[in-house]
């Protein structure tokens, strides 16, 4: 038993020891959506094919001018990509059945979450199948994209 509790607190110093720690970088924020100026639920992750580190990110229309929370819904998702973590650029707002015209078609995509495995990018986000004005009112589903590039 001692063998087992010993093991036991030898593994707990070692991922303390292993622990990372962070610290708010000096400038801030790190990054704001050059289109609408409402970057939220960010998500990043090395992109093995662009050689860089993308962010996916809610493109909140925080410059719309409206009643409600409208400039919370009818949202695409935005990318920034960035060589050291540090400087993040616009790249664009995601492409594809679903994801181009949210105002139009009537929908808002929230909180991506994006991984890449097997040579392929899942991209998992939150789809709302109106824009109401309200949160939490209306039916959520997640839906599932992926892509090569």
């Known amino acids: 038993m001692r063998k087992i509790v010993a093991a036991l607190l030898f593994l707990e110093a070692s991922l303390f020891a292993l622990a990372q720690e962070f610290h ?8 704001v959506d050059s289109v609408w100026y409402g ?5 990043m992750l090395w992109n093995p094919v662009k050689k ?19 400039w919370a819904e009818g949202t695409k998702i935005g990318i920034a990509a960035s060589k050291d973590g540090r400087q993040w650029r616009y790249v664009g707002t995601c492409k594809g059945e679903r994801l181009e015209n949210p105002v139009e078609d009537d929908y808002s995509l929230w909180a991506p979450s994006v991984i890449y495995h097997k040579k392929k990018f899942h991209m998992y986000v939150s789809y709302v199948p109106s824009i109401t004005g309200h949160y939490g009112k209306g039916i959520r589903y997640i839906k599932h994209y992926t892509s090569k590039d």
Do not use: C, K, N
């Not at 708010?24 to 990054?31: F, K, S, V």
């Not at 970057?39 to 998500?43: I, K, N, T």
């Open 39 to 43: 970057s939220a639920d960010p998500s």
């Open 24 to 31: 708010l970088p000096d400038t801030e924020p790190a990054y």
């Open 52 to 70: 860089e580190f993308y962010m996916y990110y809610t493109q909140r229309r925080a410059e719309l001018e409206s009643e409600g929370v409208i």
